[in-house]
């Protein structure tokens, strides 16, 4: 959703519409802050890693132009191939019970 939001964005700013594109920019900040605070910092350096890339991408839509919006949607891209590319092998690990389905996982959230 925030790639989405961000290309369009980039698209309004190039056409002079600020005002939309800004609104578009908000929206994909919330969905990576969102990202943000659903990692598990506890769990090592995988998710320090993360929160890294996430909080740069934030920095650069912060910037508001087409070379900051740019600069996040490189790397909210690159995470999204990643992830779409383990997928399926984490989809195997599952079903040969190396690792536990998603149901049987404990969430815990912190209330706000």
Do not use: C
Not at 11 to 33: C, F, N, P, T, W
């Amino acid at each position: 959703g925030a790639i989405l939001r961000l290309e369009e964005a980039a698209r309004l700013i190039a056409g002079a519409d600020q005002s939309a594109a800004m609104q578009l920019v908000l929206r994909s900040e919330r969905i990576v802050a969102e990202l943000i605070a659903g990692l598990d910092l506890g769990r090592g350096e995988v998710a320090l890693n993360l929160k890294r890339l996430y909080e740069f991408a934030l920095h650069r839509m912060a910037d508001g132009s087409v070379g900051g919006i740019q600069d996040a949607l490189q790397v909210l891209r690159v995470l999204r191939d990643a992830w779409a590319t383990a997928r399926p092998e984490a989809i195997e690990l599952e079903h040969s019970g190396v690792i536990p389905p998603l149901d049987e996982v404990q969430v815990v959230r912190a209330s706000a």
